[in-house]
């Protein structure tokens, strides 16, 4: 099994950054690519970034030039650093990663339990 862990969600104002972290464990050959989702009130979850392993950085629009994602492949972990926040980046992030594992012919993908970011206006 793989269990992704999240930390570093919180309230903070209009312009703020926050940090959110997620690391990997269980049993994997490799991670393919890491990504963030978030999920508002009331809406569909969306991706927010996504970095494969030795492939192209992708974030959505609404992102763009304020949020970063990084990832230590040594560490099993995945990062969001998130700048000039707005309220309407208040969701759930949640990390979501797809494992290489040995014997499997898919990859599968395992989610993040998620945590609270919200921005006060």
């Known amino acids: 099994q793989v269990q992704l862990v999240e930390s570093g969600g919180g309230l903070v104002q209009t312009g703020g950054s926050l940090r959110v972290s997620c690391v990997v464990s269980?049993?994997?050959?490799?991670?393919?690519?890491m990504a963030w989702y978030r999920q508002a009130p009331g809406k569909q979850r969306e991706l927010v970034a996504d970095?494969?392993?030795?492939?192209?950085?992708k974030y959505a629009d609404s992102v763009k030039g304020r949020f970063t994602i990084s990832r230590d492949n040594a560490k099993n972990s995945a990062y969001l650093q998130m700048n000039s926040l707005k309220p309407e980046d208040t969701a759930v992030y949640y990390c979501?990663?797809?494992?290489?594992?040995?014997?499997?012919?898919?990859?599968?993908?395992?989610w993040g339990q998620g945590t609270q970011v919200t921005v006060s206006s």
């Open positions: 979501n990663v797809i494992v290489v594992i040995s014997g499997y012919i898919n990859y599968p993908s395992y």
């Open positions: 269980g049993r994997f050959s490799s991670i393919n690519t």
């Open positions: 970095i494969p392993s030795g492939g192209t950085i």
